[in-house]
């Protein structure tokens, strides 16, 4: 918009340039590069039509639900990590051992690969 517009039909053409070195991130898709405006609307009917061209290209091939799968699976394993991470750091027992083991850590008393199997032993314990 405004004084920046010529800078970005730049920056659009140098995406656009490498973008045509890349592999194409998606099988049946080639990726260009696009700009708009969001004060004056310019440009917002183009990237709207590419994404339903590239929303039907991708489910005719199938690649869609392919994404879309893998995209399920990856939520399952993010969800089990932010748990796992939430329940170590609401632990009793790492809130009162972590600074001490942080401290340790910081003033070059332990290793930090060690005080990563400290932390996950106090853990374990106090689960088991």
């Given at each position: 918009?405004?004084?920046?517009?010529?800078?970005?039909?730049?920056?659009?053409?140098?995406?656009?340039?490498?973008?045509?070195?890349?592999?194409?991130?998606?099988?049946?898709?080639?990726?260009?590069?696009?700009?708009?405006?969001s004060l004056?609307?310019?440009?917002?009917?183009?990237?709207?039509?590419?994404?339903?061209?590239?929303?039907?290209?991708?489910?005719?091939?199938?690649?869609?639900?392919?994404?879309?799968?893998?995209?399920?699976?990856?939520?399952?394993?993010?969800?089990?990590?932010?748990?796992?991470?939430?329940?170590?750091?609401?632990?009793?027992?790492?809130?009162?051992?972590?600074?001490?083991?942080?401290?340790?850590?910081?003033?070059?008393?332990?290793?930090?690969?060690?005080?990563?199997?400290?932390?996950?032993?106090?853990?374990?314990?106090?689960?088991?």
């Open positions: 918009d405004g004084k920046n517009k010529n800078a970005a039909r730049h920056a659009r053409s140098e995406y656009e340039r490498t973008l045509h070195y890349l592999q194409p991130a998606t099988e049946g898709w080639t990726t260009h590069a696009y700009t708009c405006s004056t609307g310019e440009g917002i009917t183009d990237i709207w039509k590419t994404i339903g061209k590239f929303r039907k290209t991708t489910t005719a091939s199938g690649v869609f639900r392919q994404f879309r799968r893998e995209q399920t699976v990856k939520w399952v394993h993010d969800m089990i990590r932010e748990h796992l991470k939430a329940r170590f750091y609401r632990n009793p027992d790492i809130i009162r051992t972590l600074p001490k083991i942080e401290a340790a850590v910081a003033n070059g008393r332990l290793p930090a690969v060690t005080a990563v199997q400290q932390l996950l032993d106090v853990f374990q314990k106090s689960v088991s």
